[in-house]
Every structure is written in C-alpha cells, then in structure tokens.
C-alpha cells in the first residue's frame, strides 16, 4: 500500500529522485537528504506504514537486517569509527516523516553533525526501578 500524500512512497515509486544505497522486493535504503554525517541513510520498508511500533515483524526484520549491511559498509568503506541507529516513533519523539524508518548515521568522531544526550533523569533516585518495570510488563 502507498500513501498519496507520503514523501517515502514517492520516493519508492521513483516520483521524487534519491540516491539509491540498496533495494530489493520488499526494502529501499537511500542517502537522508541532511547528511547529518556522511554517510547518513535511510531504510524503509516499501510498504507504508507508519512507524517501528505498526511495522509487521517480517517486514521489520528485513529493515533491520539491511540496517545491519548498511551499518557494516559505513565503517569498512566510508571509514566510520562509529554508527548510530534510529528509528523516531511520532512527534514527540522527532518523527517528521511518518513512514517506518531506520536512520544509519556513520559516526567519525563525538563531534560532527548528530548529537544524542541520555541525560541522568534528575529524579531517577526516587524512582522506584521494578515498579516501573512491573508496570511495562503489564503491556507485554
Ligand atoms: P525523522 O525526522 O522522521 O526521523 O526523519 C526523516 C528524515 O527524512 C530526515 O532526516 C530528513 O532529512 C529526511 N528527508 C525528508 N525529506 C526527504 C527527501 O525528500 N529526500 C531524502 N533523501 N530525505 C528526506
Ligand atoms: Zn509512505
């Protein structure tokens, strides 16, 4: 299924060029347009759905294992020290394209362009860590 009013569909459908890294059946990797790093890609399922968490597994497998490739060619040919993989789930989380999406960004040093901060939680201490964890597994 394509979305008409998707970039990502376009893109799979050849109406919007890109350049491509990978393709087969069922997955498209192509370089992000910002190149954050050099290097930075992108891995979409050529089906449309929305985000990692409404993906179907098999599908999902497919991304991640081209993922994987992408991620080995990164640090053998470009030289990467380092990569990065992301998937952003809806706004609050940073997704601006909502079509799954697995970003690969090579990594060459702490600097370049991609930062990503896990700030210790300043409450983390009064957290009470297998409460918190009783409460997940209640969703599985
Ligand atoms: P998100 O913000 O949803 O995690 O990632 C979307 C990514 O898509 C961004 O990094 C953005 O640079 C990239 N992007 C948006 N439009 C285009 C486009 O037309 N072509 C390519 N190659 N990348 C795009
Ligand atoms: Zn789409």
Same mark, same amino acid.
């Given at each position: 299924?394509?979305?008409?009013?998707?970039?990502f569909?376009? *893109? *799979?459908?050849?109406? *919007?060029?890109?350049?491509?890294v990978?393709?087969?059946?069922?997955? $498209?990797?192509?370089?992000?347009i910002?190149?954050?790093?050099?290097?930075?890609?992108?891995?979409?399922?050529?089906?449309?759905?929305?985000?990692?968490?409404?993906?179907?597994?098999e599908i999902?497998?497919?991304?991640?294992?081209?993922?994987?490739?992408?991620?080995?060619?990164?640090?053998?040919?470009l030289?990467?020290?380092?990569?990065? *993989? $992301?998937?952003?789930?809806?706004?609050?989380?940073?997704?601006?394209?909502?079509?799954f999406?697995?970003h690969?960004?090579?990594?060459?040093?702490?600097k370049?362009?991609?930062?990503?901060?896990?700030?210790?939680?300043?409450?983390?201490?009064?957290?009470?860590?297998?409460?918190?964890a009783?409460?997940?597994?209640?969703?599985?």
């Open positions: 299924m394509r979305k008409d009013d998707c970039i569909c376009k *893109i *799979i459908e050849g109406k *919007i060029p890109s350049a491509k990978y393709e087969d059946d069922d997955v $498209l990797a192509f370089l992000d910002s190149q954050t790093t050099e290097g930075h890609t992108l891995v979409v399922p050529k089906e449309h759905y929305d985000n990692f968490l409404t993906t179907p597994k999902m497998h497919k991304v991640m294992d081209v993922a994987q490739r992408i991620g080995q060619a990164e640090i053998m040919v030289g990467a020290k380092g990569i990065n *993989i $992301l998937s952003n789930v809806n706004k609050e989380a940073g997704q601006s394209v909502f079509h999406h697995v690969v960004i090579p990594r060459y040093d702490r370049g362009g991609f930062t990503l901060e896990m700030k210790e939680n300043p409450k983390a201490k009064d957290l009470s860590l297998p409460a918190l009783s409460e997940i597994k209640k969703g599985l």
